[in-house]
Each structure stands twice: as structure tokens, then as C-alpha cells.
């Protein structure tokens, strides 16, 4: 906070914003968040997701933590060079500060970082960070155009408020897991979907609230819920089921409502082959694979026969992808247009020809030396985003509390 006055005095508060009143904003010079400052108290995946987005988007990240212990993100296992994996993935680009908030001490120094920043996120226990003092209602009324993000497992209110809020609990909740697997075996996904759907949810309230605060002037108070992002993500399988009344089944890579939509064997491996349509699915059949007399036969002409008929056009189909290597076979699907892809696993992900022909690798710092780490999605045209260094444990505590000190010496 070098030089930079309180994030009050530099909002912008256009009472309307149309046509040639609207504010022209020149990001050219930088980020489009540069001068943005968040502080994050927060841990494991969903809020740390977030508040990573918005480092990388150029917004100065002040992450709170707990007096010698951290974020337990920080222990969940120590594999990047003896440090964990979620934590280098989640945390670039923030400044580490340990406060004890159970004191009045710790309290205040957090209280008073608030007053001066844009967001302040958090995803505490439901009620936690109220009774700690951090509302939003109050915390808005010492900084009106503060913008609040209240993250939790199944929101503030009903009768799941103050049940454990895990990934996979909720995946589970959410039915989630209902739709993942095969036939046989249910199954989370792989990643943590949910705690991943509420971090991305958090970061479009926080622009979005924050453009709107640019032309009214007024901060945000947000609620955002693990249960409700999976539940926005179940999509279609709900649909089905509130209009379909029907379960969708588990159908391992394949679709449930699309074939052919699955994996099919080759001479020396196997490929996934994705038809969208009707169109897809005679070129795929009559072009690709040779059996032209199938293109427009009425048991396989729809989608909706082909559903019908699922395990007869899968053994129709990987009965002539098994004529070719995969090699010859992806390079005929792409050569007609048709969906497909390669099943790799993470040494071909590492390996990628895309990453690696679109230069997208980066190094980044870390208290153990640098590490590689993919550029963010978000792919401006006039600046590459920040990533800046993953942090130590309180590695910035002394500085930013010696920085607070003399921006408030020098307020009016």
C-alpha cells in the first residue's frame, strides 16, 4: 500500500453508465485489477481458488492466516518439492500475514486492513467471521463501497448451515456422485468439482460487483454455497429428471443422452469419439469408418435411436475403430471434422503439444526455489497476467503491518 490512499477516495461513482457516459477504462498500462486490493481469510480449495484468480488478474491479495500453523491447505501433502500441491496450485501471488484472531490484537490489525481494501472474502464457518466482528453489514458501514463475499458449504440459512461442507460430501449431496461412474461403481470426480464451482462463482461475483460498483459507487454484500454452485452445475441430469423423471445413469466416459459418445478401441489402444449430432454421426459412419449403408439406416439415423439402441451402435462402431491405430484413426476423425480425443493420462497432459507449441509454461517463485505452473486461462491481448511468487508462512506479516502503519500516519 506504498503511496496509495484509502480505497474509498479512488471509486469511481457515475450515477448512470450509457453510450458515451460510460467510463473508458485503460487497462494497456497493466492488469485489469491493478490497484484492486483483496483481503482473504480463507483456506483449502473453494475461497483460495478465488482470491488466486484475482492475484492473477493483477489484484493485490493479502491472505490472513493462523499464528504458526496456516492455511491446512499448507499440510495436505508435500509433494511439489516438499510443499503441497493444493497450496502452490491455489496460492500464487498473495502476501502471507499471521494474525491471531482470537485476540483483540489480531482483531484490530485485520479491522483496519478491511477499512482500507475493495473485497474482503471469506469462508469461515457460517456465523464464524460475524461473531468475530466481520460481518458484512458491519463491516460495510465503516467502508460503504467495500465489497463482501461470504463463502460457505450449504449456506446461511436451512437445516444443513452447520454440517461439514467437504468436497466430496457435497458432490455427494448434490447428486453429483449419482451421475459419475459406471454402471456398476459410483464415483466422485477427480478433481474437487464443488469446491471448485463455488471458487468460480466467487470470482464473478467479485467483477461483477465491483463494475457495478464502479458506476454507482456502492460495494456488495455476497453469499456464495458449495451446495448451490453443484447443484447450478448438476444442469442437464436435473432437467431430466424434474421434466424426464428419470435418474440419469452412470455411463462411465460415455454421454447419457448422446451415442455414439464413449470410448472405442483401437489396433493398439483406444480413442474417444464424441458425435453431437445427426449430421456427425453419418460422417462418422460413412466417411470415417467406411460403412456407408448405415449413414441414413432409421435405426441408427437419430440420436434418440441410437440412445435406444446404446450398446449396439457401440459394438457397431468399435468393430471398425479397431481396423486402424490410433495414430491413423485421429488423424481421419480430425481430417472429417469429427469429435475426438486422445484418453491421456498426466505425463501426456505435462507433455501436451498444445502447452508446449503455445509457449503457456511459466516458472514460479516459492520458498524452496521455482516451480512450473500453467499461465491463467484468461488470455489478454495487451498483457500477460501476473503470477507472482507462491508465499511462506507469514513471509509478509512485518511488511504489510510497518506499510499500514505509515499509510495511517499519513491520513488526514
Same mark, same amino acid.
Given at each position: ?174 447428486? !453429483?456422485? %449419482? #451421475? ?6 459410483? =464415483?466422485? @470426480? $477427480?478433481?474437487?468439482? +464443488? ?7 466467487? !470470482?464473478? %461475483? #467479485? ?6 460498483? =464502479?458506476? @454507482? $459507487?456502492?460495494?456488495? +454484500? ?21 421434466? $424426464? ?49 448405415l449413414a441414413d439406416d432409421p435405426r441408427y439415423a ?111
Amino acid at each position: 500500500m506504498p503511496d496509495r490512499p484509502r480505497a474509498r477516495t479512488l471509486r469511481l461513482t457515475w450515477p448512470t453508465c450509457s453510450g458515451d457516459r460510460c467510463p473508458v477504462i485503460d487497462n494497456s498500462a497493466g492488469p485489469p485489477l491493478a490497484g484492486i486490493t483483496v483481503i482473504a481469510l480463507e483456506q483449502a480449495v473453494a475461497a483460495p481458488l478465488a482470491t488466486r484468480h484475482l492475484a492473477d488478474l493483477g489484484a493485490r491479495v493479502i491472505k490472513i492466516e493462523r499464528v504458526g500453523e496456516g492455511d491446512f491447505a499448507r499440510n495436505y501433502d508435500d509433494a511439489v518439492h516438499g510443499l503441497a500441491s493444493h497450496f502452490v496450485w491455489l496460492n500464487r501471488g498473495k502476501e502471507s500475514v499471521e494474525l491471531d484472531l482470537k485476540t483483540e490484537t489480531g482483531r484490530d490489525v485485520l479491522r483496519r486492513l478491511i477499512a482500507r481494501a475493495d473485497v474482503f472474502l471469506q469462508n469461515l464457518a457460517p456465523g464464524a467471521a460475524a461473531r468475530l466482528g466481520f460481518g458484512a453489514e458491519e463491516l460495510r458501514a465503516e467502508n460503504p463501497g467495500l465489497v463482501v463475499i461470504d463463502m460457505s458449504g450449504y449456506g446461511d440459512a436451512g437445516p444443513y448451515r452447520d454440517r461439514k461442507a467437504y468436497d466430496m460430501l457435497v458432490q455427494a449431496e448434490t447428486g !453429483l456422485i %449419482s #451421475v459419475t461412474g459406471t454402471a456398476d461403481d459410483a =464415483a466422485k @470426480t $477427480g478433481i474437487p468439482t +464443488s469446491d471448485i464451482a463455488a471458487g468460480m462463482y466467487a !470470482l464473478t %461475483s #467479485v467483477l461483477s460487483a465491483l463494475v457495478r460498483r =464502479a458506476i @454507482t $459507487g456502492a460495494g456488495a +454484500s455476497v453469499a456464495v454455497s458449495m451446495f448451490d454452485a453443484t447443484v447450478e452445475w448438476m444442469g442437464h441430469p436435473l432437467y431430466m429428471r424434474l421434466y $424426464g423423471d428419470r435418474q440419469t445413469p452412470r455411463s462411465g466416459v460415455g454421454h447419457a443422452a448422446i451415442v455414439p459418445y464413449d470410448r472405442y478401441p483401437t489396433s493398439d489402444g483406444e480413442i474417444l469419439i464424441g458425435v453431437q449430432n445427426d449430421r456427425g454421426w453419418r460422417v462418422l459412419i460413412a466417411e470415417v469408418l467406411g460403412r456407408p449403408e448405415l449413414a441414413d439406416d432409421p435405426r441408427y439415423a437419430t440420436n434418440i435411436a441410437r440412445v435406444q439402441r446404446r450398446a449396439e451402435v457401440d459394438d457397431l462402431v468399435a468393430a471398425e475403430t479397431k481396423r486402424f491405430t490410433t495414430d491413423e484413426l485421429d488423424a481421419k476423425l480430425a481430417d472429417a471434422g469429427v469429435p475426438a480425443a486422445e484418453i491421456r493420462d498426466l505425463e501426456g497432459v505435462v507433455s501436451h503439444p498444445q502447452l508446449a507449441e503455445r509457449n503457456r509454461w511459466r516458472d514460479v517463485g516459492t520458498e524452496v526455489g521455482p516451480v512450473r505452473a500453467v499461465l491463467p486461462p484468461m488470455t489478454f491481448a495487451d498483457v500477460e497476467l501476473p503470477m507472482g511468487d507462491v508465499p511462506a508462512l507469514g513471509q509478509h506479516t512485518a511488511a504489510v503491518l510497518a506499510e499500514l502503519a505509515q499509510v495511517e500516519k499519513n491520513e488526514p
